[in-house]
Nanobody
């Protein structure tokens, strides 16, 4: 069964850090572009950060540039999102997704529309 499972969310104070994990089972992430997305209540899902399958190129939404870092460990079949300097506006549910054909930028920009399979997500809450 092909599945992506997100973990690592939690409650953190403003300025704190969290590392999210996206673990794949049933398939190998090596040949997939991977993206992290988030969706606040009443808003559309948006691409936060994506990483390519080939050269490791990355894409970040302007709102997280300089604070978030995406990385992948193909040996562990896992992609990570290191989130630093967290802000209250980062509070929401975070999802990961995979696609074998999209470029890294297309994954982040069009992934919410084109990707059909989503995990359960992991909740991130930034609050004092």
């Amino acid at each position: 069964q092909v599945q992506l499972v997100e973990s690592g969310g939690g409650l953190v104070q403003p300025g704190g850090s969290l590392r999210l994990s996206c673990a794949a089972s049933g398939f190998t992430l090596d040949y997939y572009a991977i993206g992290w997305f988030r969706q606040a209540p009443g808003k559309e899902r948006e691409g936060v950060s994506c990483i390519s399958s080939s050269d490791g190129s990355t894409y970040y939404a302007d709102s997280v540039k300089g604070r978030f870092t995406i990385s992948r460990d193909n040996a562990k079949n896992t992609v990570y999102l290191q989130m630093n300097s967290l802000k209250p506006e980062d509070t929401t549910v975070y999802y990961c997704a995979a696609d074998p054909t999209l470029t890294v930028q297309a994954m982040c920009v069009f992934g919410p529309i084109l990707v059909s399979s989503w995990g359960q997500g992991t909740q991130v809450t930034v609050s004092s």
